[in-house]
């Protein structure tokens, strides 16, 4: 069975902090998503990794596929990342390609 | 940016209804999801279509679900006969072609089951 686990649940930093989300998951993958939900609960897609880093702004996602572990760093936190952070990953193998998600990280960044 | 729309943004149904939940996915896409988050919990896999049929279905999907591509733009969901439980966010997602990963997601539509 697929499980994708995140820590923490819950993180508050100060505004300005860097901040690290991790996420590990118990089979082989295609592919992970680093998802973000807002307090109205879309979901927006932040990267989708399979191998190495990708930088997008202030965030950066990593990803060891011999480790099974990913992370999400966070650079010069901002009130306005303020969000739920969300891990999901594509099993490799199947063709439908649906998405295991983790639990979320509540991320609260205080002015 | 082409986008997954999805309506309604909210629908409240009494229990033993019949409810369709609408998705427009991005029209070049070919593989379509839909997903369910229980308010407090983990988002979950209920099914999904390629090719005007299911291709895999969670346990969560059973004979009370449907899911249709009728005119090949709409995707839609359809719960014959609402429980209680079925109150959920339900999204809405695709993918592009069969060598892609990257699924886009819809802005939900939150059921409330009275």
């Known amino acids: 069975k697929n499980e994708v686990e995140q820590s923490p649940q819950n993180l508050t930093a100060q505004e300005g902090e860097f901040i690290t989300i991790n996420c590990s998951y118990s089979v082989g993958i295609s592919a992970l998503h680093w998802l973000q939900q807002h307090p109205g609960g879309g979901i927006v897609s932040l990267f989708m990794l399979s191998s190495g880093k990708k930088k997008h702004g202030r965030l950066i996602a990593t990803i060891n596929i011999q480790e099974k572990h990913s992370s999400l760093h966070i650079t010069a936190s901002h009130p306005r990342d303020s969000a739920v952070y969300i891990c999901?990953?594509?099993?490799?193998?199947?063709?439908?390609?649906?998405?295991?998600f983790g639990s979320g990280t509540q991320l609260t960044v205080l002015p | 940016e082409p986008e997954v729309t999805q309506t309604p943004s909210h629908q409240v149904t009494q229990m033993g209804q019949e409810v369709i939940l609408r998705c427009v996915p991005i029209?070049?896409?070919?593989?379509f999801y839909w997903y369910r988050q229980i308010l407090g919990q983990k988002v979950e896999f209920l099914v999904s279509?390629?090719?005007?049929?299911?291709?895999?279905k969670s346990e969560i999907f059973d004979d009370q679900f449907s899911v249709e591509r009728p005119d090949g733009s709409n995707f839609t969901l359809k719960i014959r006969s609402t429980k209680l439980e079925d109150s959920a966010m339900y999204f809405c997602a695709s993918i592009l072609q069969g060598s892609s990963y990257e699924q886009y997601f819809g802005p939900g539509t939150r059921l409330t089951v009275t």
């Open positions: 029209s070049n896409h070919l593989y």
């Open positions: 279509f390629y090719n005007n049929e299911i291709s895999e």
């Open positions: 999901a990953v594509i099993a490799s193998g199947g063709s439908a390609r649906q998405l295991t």
